[in-house]
Structure formats: structure tokens, C-alpha cells
């Protein structure tokens, strides 16, 4: 399984961006796809995901209610449309893709993305 993320970009704080993440390859075990996100200095952290078969969705509570998550079948991509954005969302985003459903932990999975940038400034 390949990934491509792409998207990111700089915006001012308030606006908005939507991230993709095409998957090429056989992707039929995968159970979840999912976005971290790696702030300068810090550790990658789980942002949100997306559940394969049931669509179910997850996201960290600093992202609830800002960010959605979504996946179209068809083009095998998913996206993550991000608003209200903060000056603290500034990061590299990266798009994964895992076979367990343990989800906010980023040993778990077994492909991922390049990365993308997402500054926001205030």
C-alpha cells in the first residue's frame, strides 16, 4: 500500500484547509486510515481517523468539532477538511494506514504517507 498526502499549506488562524491522502495498492485489509500530526519539537500524535468498513470516526479531543474525516470509496482517498484553524495546529500532518484497531498509537501502523505542512499563523 502507497500513500500520498497532500494539501497542506499556510493559512491565517480562522481558516481552513482540507488535507487528501490517496491510497494505491491492495488496500483490503486495512482496518483504519487515520492522521497524525507531528508539531515542532514534540512527538507524532494520533489527529483523527477513519474506520474502513463501518466509516466509523475518531478524533483527538483538541480537534473535535474543528476537524472531519472522510474517505471516498472510489477514489480510495481520504480527507481530512480541517477548520477554525489555530495557530497550535501547526504541523506536519502525516496519513496512515493499519490493520489493528488500536488507533492512537503510531507503532501500530503498517504504512505511511510523506507528510504534509500545515502552518497557521495568528
Known amino acids: 500500500v502507497q500513500l500520498q498526502a497532500s494539501g497542506g499549506g499556510l493559512v491565517q488562524a480562522g481558516g481552513s484547509l482540507r488535507l487528501s491522502c490517496a491510497a494505491s495498492g491492495d488496500t483490503t485489509s486495512i482496518y483504519v486510515m487515520t492522521w497524525f500530526r507531528q508539531r515542532p519539537g514534540q512527538e507524532r500524535e494520533f489527529a483523527a481517523a477513519i474506520t474502513s468498513l463501518a466509516g466509523a470516526e475518531y478524533y483527538t479531543d483538541s480537534v473535535k468539532g474543528r476537524f472531519t474525516i472522510s474517505k471516498d470509496i472510489v477514489k480510495n482517498t481520504m480527507y481530512l477538511q480541517m477548520n477554525r484553524l489555530k495557530p497550535e495546529d501547526t504541523a506536519v500532518y502525516y496519513c496512515?494506514?493499519?490493520?489493528?484497531?488500536?488507533?492512537?498509537?503510531?507503532?501500530?501502523?503498517?504504512?505511511w504517507g510523506q507528510g504534509t505542512q500545515v502552518t497557521v499563523s495568528s
Open positions: 496512515a494506514a493499519g490493520r489493528s484497531p488500536v488507533l492512537e498509537r503510531a507503532t501500530t501502523y503498517d504504512y
